[in-house]
């Protein structure tokens, strides 16, 4: 019989592996990206980021063991969370198609992707990941893991999105005006809708 421990451990593994892929997915990317003139940017904070995703999974396994008791049920929840955060991870790389590296390169002249997740917030692959450092410990209790490693994520993605950003210069800051980086705001929301055709624009609106 599988134990907690044992399953929660496999879905680690499950997530680890899903992770080498998207490594080896964004490595064709990059390539093909940067054989069309695409310009990388902000490397220096490119390593350090491998290096936490990869100590993530390592210490979420290793709160997980040393714990003597099983979790809560409140770890479903985060479990729940969890699950969220790979969905909406799959649905950004899936509109991003091509254009999707775990690297900060931007292709000149290229019209920015809004469709998707993308209608409602700037960077929902970054939620997905907060969501994720979050929600995964937890669904073993490993409040410990979830705690450091959130602020640590939050520390590197206030520099990465800053790079993200200035490389993807105006024409993507003038798509996505009024869009949260994160939380669909009541503006945000509106303006996407309004784009979609699902809200019919006023008299007068450009």
Same mark, same amino acid.
């Given at each position: 019989m599988v134990t907690p421990l044992q399953a929660y451990l496999a879905l680690l593994l499950l997530l680890a592996v899903e992770r080498l892929l998207e490594l080896a997915r964004s490595s064709r990317h990059a390539r093909a990206l940067l054989a069309r003139g695409g310009v990388e940017a902000g490397r220096g904070h490119y390593r350090p980021m491998v290096l936490l995703h990869a100590a993530f999974f390592a210490a979420c396994a290793a709160e997980a063991v %040393? &714990?003597? %008791?099983?979790?809560? $049920? /409140? @770890? !479903?929840? @985060?479990? $729940?969370? %969890?699950?969220? @955060?790979? $969905?909406? &991870?799959? /649905? %950004?790389?899936?509109? !991003?198609?091509? &254009? /999707?590296?775990? &690297?900060?390169?931007?292709?000149p002249g290229a019209a920015p992707v809004t469709g998707g997740p993308y209608r409602w917030v700037k960077h929902p692959n970054y939620l997905a990941v907060a969501l994720e450092f979050l929600c995964v410990p937890l669904a073993y209790g490993g409040w410990r893991t979830a705690l450091v490693f959130s602020v640590a994520n939050a520390a590197l993605l206030t520099v990465r999105i800053r790079a993200e950003e200035r490389a993807l210069g105006d024409g993507w800051a003038a798509a996505f005006q009024g869009r949260a980086r994160f939380v669909p705001s009541g503006a945000g929301a509106a303006a996407a809708a309004v784009g979609r055709g699902l809200v019919p624009r006023r008299r007068g609106d450009s």
């Open positions: %040393a &714990r003597r %008791a099983p979790p809560s $049920a /409140w @770890a !479903l929840v @985060a479990l $729940a969370g %969890a699950l969220l @955060a790979q $969905a909406l &991870r799959f /649905w %950004a790389i899936a509109t !991003l198609g091509e &254009r /999707w590296v775990t &690297r900060v390169i931007v292709l």
